[in-house]
């Protein structure tokens, strides 16, 4: 008898407790509904409403999402509030020039006058790459040999795997004692690995659960590059971090470069950087006729690395890891987009002058590679100077 009072209790204590996981689970989806809703659109994108139309459509990754400054202080909303019109924000990180072109559709609906596409050079082409890799599709823009060298360089390791470990400065998937690559320390996607990236995507529970692990256990690594703070970011990294950053403190301005991760996904070296860059000029003219096709104007707004913006300040770039090699291979690249751009009539504006010449620096003083609120001002304000001089 006691012992089926006990085992009663034991499945109602197990009920209870699936009941309270279950709640808590319900509980976080509606509120992170309620909370995206609160910036976020029915369409998903960031902005206050689901517009019918714009007088403007931006696309573009996290540079013209906004990402580290608030939706106001986004350039796309910045041009929306000088122009007086609307500005539909469908940036959204991660989102290259393919990406883009895929949702030119949706922005065409809105029946603008201009879509503005903002093209990031830190990523893009290696989104490019990896967009094109993921929907078979390299073969349209590599040729045989170059498609054989990819191949070979994927079979040694992923630039996935290797973009994904510099961008977390080494990370936790890295082995410090054998410095062997992502892949060889995770292994195999086994059954909990399976089972864990499901519940990150689907449970709302499990994510909050990971997210307070991480941050009570990582928040020194995790965070130190984003302290808002030059001083106080430095002062939190951790020797794992250090290789993959150096430091700028000049006269007045002073920031955290992350340039072997920038450097990796612009080395023009690299085959599948190379196939990347074709993709997208590829895309950026596929944009353009559809758009020419809708009656709307189409304008490229050249987004620079932060590295790109301050390296003519530095005066030992030998102190900055890879910083020299990054900058010779953005300025090279920006010149061939520039040229191909010309070639065939896609206008284009570079806040790079601007962003330059400005007084106050216009991105964080830490590692966040992102622009700041003065970054986005700068960048509205060349956008609505063309727009201006090309007005009929």
Not at 84 to 89: F, M
Not at 98 to 124: C, H, M, Q, S, V
Not at 180 to 192: A, H, I, K, N, Y
């Amino acid at each position: 008898m006691k012992s089926r009072n006990r085992a009663v209790s034991f499945l109602a204590n197990m009920g209870l407790l699936a009941f309270s996981l279950l709640f808590f689970e319900f509980a976080l989806q509606v509120a992170s509904v309620f909370f995206e809703w609160r910036e976020h659109d029915a369409r998903g994108f960031r902005n206050a409403s689901a517009l019918d139309s714009a007088a403007i459509v931006a696309l573009g990754d996290s540079h013209t999402y906004g990402t580290s400054v608030s939706s106001k202080e986004a350039w796309p909303s910045i041009l929306s509030a000088r122009l007086g019109e609307d500005v539909y924000n469908m940036g959204l990180g991660g989102y290259g020039p393919a990406r883009n072109n895929d949702n030119l559709p949706t922005a065409i609906e809105l029946k603008p006058r201009w879509i503005i596409f903002g093209l990031y050079f830190g990523n893009d082409f290696y989104d490019d790459f990896q967009f094109a890799q993921k929907n078979g599709r390299l073969s349209e823009f590599a040729s045989d040999d170059v498609l054989r060298e990819i191949s070979e360089l994927e079979n040694q390791r992923t630039i996935a795997e290797e973009v994904g470990f510099l961008f977390n400065r080494g990370g936790r998937n890295r082995d410090v004692a054998t410095d062997r690559p992502p892949s060889e320390v995770l292994g195999p996607p086994g059954f909990l690995r399976v089972v864990g990236n499901w519940l990150t995507t689907h449970s709302r529970l499990y994510g909050l659960a990971r997210v307070l692990t991480i941050r009570l256990d990582y928040d020194a690594e995790f965070n130190a590059l984003l302290a808002r703070d030059f001083d106080k970011a430095k002062a939190k990294l951790t020797d794992r971090q250090l290789p993959f950053v150096s430091f700028y403190d000049g006269r007045d301005w002073q920031t955290i470069f992350t340039s072997p991760y920038r450097f990796r996904v612009m080395d023009l070296a690299d085959p599948r950087i190379r196939t990347g860059i074709e993709i997208s000029k590829h895309m950026l003219e596929q944009m353009r006729l559809r758009v020419s096709e809708s009656g709307a104007k189409y304008l490229v707004l050249l987004l620079p690395t932060k590295e790109y913006v301050f390296w003519p300040r530095v005066e030992n770039p030998g102190q900055h890891k890879l910083l020299a090699e990054l900058a010779q291979d953005e300025d090279r690249i920006r010149n061939e987009i520039k040229r191909y751009m010309q070639d065939h009539g896609i206008d284009f504006v570079d806040p790079v002058p601007e962003l330059r010449q400005s007084e106050r620096q216009p991105y964080f003083p830490d590692g966040d590679g992102h622009p700041n609120a003065l970054g986005h001002q700068i960048i509205a304000k060349k956008i609505l100077e063309f727009i201006k001089g090309n007005q009929i």
